[in-house]
């Protein structure tokens, strides 16, 4: 005690004694501030994904690699990447970007979401977000139909918590479904998946990243098993997919282990009579065949699944049945129903005095 009050009693001291307090608190902030960035999901009471789950000295390292571009990005110092990278860095809209680094190990998928606005996006977009979320190795490329990226999408995609890339790409006019055509006479989600294997191409390097690519169309309802399935693909993975075919489930016959045929109501004559999210490509095979894309043109309504096996040179025997032989539905096209706001016209008025009209549903 008699120590502490000759301590006051000189000024200089008490200067160290401040500094010392200072750097003490400073290292406690940044600790606390790297805990809040490693888990940003964690903050809302769910568990985090992605690398950065547990606090050790090996993931403060990444944390720390995440801090750097995160503030490289605030001062504008990261561009567009195109040089290939086991770090990717990836500019979503004016500069902003989830990072991730995956390790080499685990193959990651990478889901390509084609996405176009109407009431019942938002709905969707969120069921497949928080589906997503469960998954750790995971990147999502969700890709707008669209001239500008929405704010819509941006910030759904801001707070999902996911590591993703946000691209856009709009369907050329002259094919683009208009509301009075009827749904099969165009294709659709075309030069989405071709933005998104685009984006693969430039900026994943499959010699050191091992990866799947999966066509997850945004109406669509996933079993998160299916993932675990599709992440060991080697070549090309298939499944059944519920309500699709114009049967309960639509999909591969399997016999002895291996695809021997389809089972559809549908365009029966089809090479591969699939639904687009009843398969999984290995990432290589997009570097292997670097011209295989879809088509806008000349691609018969429910041949893309065909078209783009066929640009991979996949042939019935190179298919991988998964959920036990194709006998487990892991996957349904669900679609939500458009729904009704006829009564809008009628109460315009009245709507017009509230919010009705501002709120984003
Ligand atoms: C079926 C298949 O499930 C699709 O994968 C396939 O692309 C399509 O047939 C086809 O043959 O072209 P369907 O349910 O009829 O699909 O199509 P949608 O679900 O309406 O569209 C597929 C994806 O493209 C969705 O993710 C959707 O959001 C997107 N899309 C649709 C656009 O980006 N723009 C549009 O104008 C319409
Ligand atoms: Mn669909």
């Known amino acids: ?37 490693a888990n940003t999901v964690t903050k809302f009471g769910r568990q985090s994904n992605g690398i950065f789950e547990v606090k050790t000295r090996r993931n403060l390292e990444k944390i720390n690699l995440r801090h750097k571009l995160q503030s490289a990005r605030t001062k504008n110092e990261i561009k567009p990447e195109t040089k290939k990278s086991q770090y990717w860095h990836f500019v979503l809209d004016d500069g902003e970007k989830r990072h ?9 998928i990478y889901a390509i979401t084609p996405t176009y606005a109407r009431l019942e996006q938002k709905a969707e977009l969120t069921r497949l977000s928080q589906t997503f979320l469960h998954l750790s190795h995971f990147h999502w490329i969700l890709v707008e139909d669209s ?23 709009q369907t050329p006019p002259n094919v683009k479904l208009k509301p009075t055509d009827a749904r099969y006479s165009k294709p659709r989600g075309v030069s989405q998946r071709n933005a998104g294997l685009s984006w693969i191409r430039d900026n994943v390097d499959p010699e050191t990243q091992s990866g799947v690519v999966y066509f997850a169309d945004d109406d669509n309802t996933y079993d998160l098993q299916v993932f675990d399935e599709m992440r060991v693909t080697q070549k090309v993975a298939v499944w059944p997919v519920g309500f699709t075919g114009h ?13 021997t ?49 066929q640009r991979l040179h996949i042939s019935l025997n190179d298919l991988e049945p998964l959920a036990d032989n194709c006998t487990k539905v892991l996957v349904w096209h669900t679609r939500t129903e458009t729904p009704r706001t ?20």
């Open 342 to 361: 006829d009564a809008e016209a009628r109460n315009r008025q009245k709507l017009l005095k509230g919010p009705y009209f501002s709120i984003e549903v």
């Open 147 to 169: 001239e500008n990226k929405t704010s819509l999408v941006i910030n759904l995609l801001r707070s999902s918590g996911l590591s993703y890339t946000h691209l856009h790409a």
């Open 1 to 37: 005690m008699p120590g502490l009050l000759t301590m006051f009693q000189r000024p200089r001291r008490l200067v160290y004694v401040f500094f010392l307090l200072f750097v003490l608190t400073w290292i406690l902030f940044k600790s606390d501030t790297c805990n809040r960035t």
């Open 261 to 309: 045929g389809w089972l559809t109501g549908l365009e029966l004559h089809r090479p591969f009579a699939i639904d687009m999210a009843g398969f999984a490509i290995n990432i290589k095979l997009f570097f292997q065949y670097p011209e295989a894309q879809f088509s806008n043109y000349k691609v018969r309504s429910g041949f893309q699944e065909s078209n783009i096996l």
């Open 247 to 259: 049967l309960k489930y639509g999909g591969p016959v399997v016999t002895h282990g291996k695809v």
């Open 100 to 108: 991730r680094k995956f390790g080499p190990t685990i193959p990651v």
